[in-house]
């Protein structure tokens, strides 16, 4: 091994590689035996394209080119694919129409509208048509205006017709095992599906119109997250309605009562459509995801019981969980993997990896093992993963400590995980040592933890990354005098802030940052 100073060790780990070697994984369905997924292609200019697997041995693209299968609903999209016995919709972005794609067949378009966006649709079988989030935009400086909707399928293609409105955002329909009720998020400006949320519950009538809506759940102080139908007519969803932490609940028509209570999440914070924690796999059996600590975890629940087994797998990442029958698809992620879609069988417990999002293979003697640290900022405790550089050729001087870069996610309500993130590991393997800060404002620690930023953004959020570096530094794991902040998005803006206002830091980077709060405000 060779000694040479911290920053300065050669790495296999390039920019030109790690541009070359990712692909995103999203949106997941389950479709009898089938499990679908969106994946970006970066050798296609980031096309996205909808994949199909099954056990018989079949995978396969579903959307050829040029369809690029993303939604613009919200500006930040998702839920833009669903699958019904084989029969695939999505929504295109050259154009913002829904397509179908029936068995053997070729995309044929449903939708003509223009200015409209499109989100989250179900299928409703027994009428034939799609329910949907509709988002309508305007040419004058009026906002844009949502509505839940439903598309025929009878027909040529055509127009959306109004099913729900009067709200300013619309999310997550889903219909009942048995076609007769329909659920709905809403919620209205200022407010974020994070802060509060409306839970709604009506009865269809013949005519497929809606009848005796109830608000059964939620408000400006709890946010409801991913309901979901149980066979049984029981309606699940993710609140932190009680004791600050968004946990599993049932209702049954009547009451509500929790599934599970910990001190964990169950859900994340709803940025985009199409988001899933956890699918129902029968009345005795809900596969969830969680997070404590920062690491997430996934267990099965008995919800009756209120029983939650705990599953041995390998990742502090989970995300995009969904099933039938007794097969579970996610995205998981490791600190030694990154991102790949998995399925689980059970009772065996069998797992299988789907696709990666990444094919670039990196030995493990230059990845770094993150570690979860806390530290205390203005009294209060913060949390991250701390990296140490890790590069199986080189040492450094045994009396030098290494530059710290601060990572700053953004959000601000996202959070940092421990999943592999050769972004990271690009700067670990050269000698860098990287803080990857879960701030005060970050989702997975409690609604507390997530509301301690309002009113203090730019401030708190600054405040946490100096203390966690000059932490380290005093810990001897960092050197005081190279010490760097990076960011992106809300990121970005308290990395300007940093750089601003503090003299802790020698240089930063703001990757797409905020750097005017009115106009963010104004205009987004």
Known sequence: MKTLPYGTWPSPITADLIAAAGRRLGDIAVDGDSVYWIESRPEQEGRNTIMMWNPGGEFREVTPPPFNVRSRAHEYGGGAMAVYGGRVFFVNDADRQIYHIPPGGSPQALTSESDTAYADMILDPARQRLILVQEHYFDDSRPPRDMLAVLSLRGRPGYCEPLVSGNDFYASPALSRDGRQLCWLSWDHPAMPWNGTELWVAE???DGQLRRRRRIAGGAQESVFQPQWGTDGTLYFASDRREGWWNLHAWDGHTIRPVLEMAAEFALPQWVFGMSTYCILNERCIAAAY???GRWEMGL?????????????????ITQVRGAGERIAFVGAAPDAAEAVYTLELPSQHLQMLRKSSDLEVDAGYISTPQAVSFESDGEEVHGFFYPPSNRDFSAPEDEKPPLIVFIHGGPTAAANSGLDLRKQFWTSRGFAVLDVNYRGSTGYGRAYRESLNGRWGVADVQDCVNGARRLAAQQQADPER???RGGSAGGFTALAALTFHDCFRAGASYYGISDLEALEQET
């Open 204 to 206: 269809i009538g013949d």
């Open 301 to 317: 629940i008995d919800p009756q019981r209120g029983d939650l087994e705990a599953l041995a797998l390998p990742f502090s990442y």
């Open 483 to 485: 010490l760097l902040i």
């Open 291 to 293: 997070t404590r600590e």
